[in-house]
């Protein structure tokens, strides 16, 4: 099994995405002594007896208050339970774990003041498969993602519910049966652990490395319905995109090309073709998908930088045995990115779409009306089209930004937060919905490219169609639609359709 080691802070978007794909996580030896130096900082400030936020102060709007050494560890123990008030289905196991490796990194670094046996529970928890029951629903994305991130504290004092590789039950039984003892936590490690943004962030580069593979896959699907609306290539020409300059429509423009390049469909219309321009679903597909392209990146730049940093508050400074109160804990890098990530998601869909709708009108692909050879007593794709366009519809309704829904809280004390946590949270359905669109897609572009037989598509285009027609016959007759849409969803979701093409003619994000 793979194994990523973090703790060193350059942890890249390949390295979080074998991490939420299930690779073992392992923390970087060389941060304990930080860790410790961390702690023992912590220690003295305590034994000072200066007034330290979050340390021997009350939190947020209740930060006046100072709260007596015997009752530190009460302290922090409170702030756990007073925030589990999460409410909503559990976060899936796979992001859930991916946020405890983010936590774990952040407290790696050695500047929140916590104890190497706090660190050395959380990397345990992670290596056994021991993953907190995460209500999803709670955070606002500013003063970390408290509520979600107190449900993962909580499991680890023993509270709440874990779930293990075979069941579900009490945390402290979980604990128990995998010889973990729970925490009790030390003065200011309640609120390390709450504060940050790893449920925001976990969140988002999920919904990023899920776009990145619908993205590559809705090339191959782009290039499949050009060639079944025996659309031209001359739009990807090199010399167009070279003068436009934008990296991301030239990488577009080359994949399309590598993926048409040998297409006997293609090379049947090269001349004599009475078209002189295609539809911009087929013509701009460079144009548009690079746009795409070039934002996924920038937004996988925010998200690894975010993922390596540290987001929590105060800041501990061991050298100078300074705790510092900031805001490095407020969500807005990742809400204005989870934000540009929806707006791709929806664009993809929309452009997919929009080839779906080209393909059944013969007026515009020259296509039987619908895919279907005996059009009128079959409806064909008629149907498929119009799921294409509710799900469209639903993700454009989602990617309102969610930045700019700030709601002030904690008696105003917290009066501007970003809204970074649903922000991220709708980029799975949002891709689910994304899935299915594409999904559709191949099944109407592999349609219209079977009534060009005897002629092929290009070899990587016709090893796609092979790989859908192993599970989904071509429509010659009516028949239910759903079971073959999940089957081509299923396709582009695991990557099939990237692989059966050639995973290295498509660009990625990193």
């Not at 060009?452 to 639609?481: I, K, M, N, T, W």
Request: aromatic share 4%; glycine share 8%; proline share 6%.
């Amino acid at each position: 099994m793979t194994t990523v080691v973090i703790g060193s802070g350059d942890i890249g978007l390949d390295g979080w995405r074998k991490v939420y794909r299930g690779a073992a996580v392992r923390l970087n030896p060389d941060a304990l002594p930080k860790i410790a130096a961390s702690a023992e900082a912590v220690a003295a400030i305590v034994a000072r007896g200066e007034p330290v936020y979050g340390v021997n102060t009350g939190f947020g709007k209740l930060a006046t208050v100072r709260i007596e050494a015997a009752d530190l560890e009460a302290l922090q123990r409170n702030l756990v339970l007073s925030h589990s008030a999460g409410v909503g289905p559990p976060v899936p196991r796979s992001i859930t774990r991916l946020m405890m490796a983010l936590k774990l990194a952040s407290l790696a670094q050695g500047a929140s003041g916590v104890r190497r046996s706090t660190v050395a529970l959380l990397e345990a928890m992670i290596e056994r498969g021991l993953t907190p029951i995460i209500p999803s629903q709670g955070s606002v994305g500013a003063s970390g993602d408290l509520a979600p991130l107190a449900h993962m504290a909580a499991a680890m004092i023993g509270l709440g519910e874990i779930e293990t590789s075979s069941a579900r039950m009490p945390a402290l039984e979980a604990l128990q049966q995998h010889g973990l003892e729970p925490l009790k936590l030390g003065p200011k490690e309640g609120l390390a652990l709450l504060n940050g943004t790893q449920f925001s962030t976990a969140y988002a580069l999920a919904g990023l490395i899920e776009t990145e593979t619908l993205f590559r896959t809705a090339l191959v699907t782009g290039a499949l319905s050009t060639d079944a609306a025996r659309g031209s290539d001359a739009p990807f020409d090199p010399r167009i995109h070279e003068l436009r300059r934008h990296r991301g429509q030239i990488e577009t423009a080359a994949a399309l090309r590598a993926l048409m390049a040998g297409s006997e469909i293609r090379a049947s219309h090269l001349k004599c073709d009475e078209r002189v321009q295609d539809p911009y679903c087929l013509r701009c597909q460079p144009q548009v998908m690079g746009a795409v392209l070039d934002l996924l990146r920038h937004a996988a730049g925010v998200l690894v930088t975010e993922a390596n940093g540290v987001t929590d508050n105060p800041l501990i400074y061991p050298d100078t045995g300074e705790a510092l109160s900031g805001g490095n804990f407020h969500g807005e890098p990742v809400a204005f990115t989870a934000d540009m990530i929806a707006i791709a998601i929806c664009e993809i869909g929309s452009l997919a779409e929009r080839r779906i709708a080209m393909l059944v009108d013969p007026a515009v692909s020259g296509l039987p009306a619908f895919l279907t050879a005996h059009p009128g007593l079959n409806s064909g794709f008629m149907i498929p089209q119009v799921t294409a366009a509710a799900l469209v519809a639903e993700n454009r309704q989602r990617a309102h930004p969610a930045s700019i829904d700030t709601i002030p809280t904690s008696a105003n004390q917290e009066d501007h937060v970003s809204m970074s946590a649903h922000g991220a949270r709708r980029l799975i359905p949002m891709a689910d919905n994304l899935a299915s669109i594409v999904g559709i897609e191949l099944l109407a572009a592999a349609q219209g490219c079977d009534f060009h037989r005897p002629l092929a598509s290009s070899p990587p285009l016709e090893r796609v169609r092979e790989r859908l027609r192993a599970g989904v016959p071509f429509l010659d007759q009516d028949r239910s639609f759903a079971p073959d849409i999940d089957v081509a969803a299923a396709l582009v979701r695991s990557g099939a359709v990237i692989d059966a093409a050639g995973s290295e003619l498509l660009p990625l994000v990193d």
